[in-house]
């Protein structure tokens, strides 16, 4: 059970990661003005947190599932 909630954090973590990389990317490359840009930037900042602890509680609920019908 160890060795399978830390491939789940660690999915996690990637899966996080991409996602903050992939916007921050598309944002940057994005054909607006820069004050735009920025301004799109902060507010995925702000709401990262919040999009973490969900991809994190959805992960969680699906190794839960995964362990119950192992059982």
């Known amino acids: 059970m ?3 909630g830390n491939e789940v954090k660690g999915l996690v973590v ?3 990661l991409g996602a ?11 054909p607006v003005t820069g004050q ?5 930037l902060k507010g995925f900042f702000e709401e990262l ?7 994190g509680e959805k992960a ?12």
């Open 2 to 4: 160890a060795e399978n």
């Open 60 to 71: 969680k609920q699906v190794l839960r599932k995964k362990e119950e019908a192992e059982v």
């Open 36 to 40: 735009e840009a920025r301004s799109r």
């Open 20 to 30: 903050a990389i992939g916007a921050i990317l598309g944002i940057l490359f994005a």
């Open 14 to 16: 990637g899966l996080v």
């Open 49 to 55: 947190p919040d999009k973490a602890k969900e991809i």
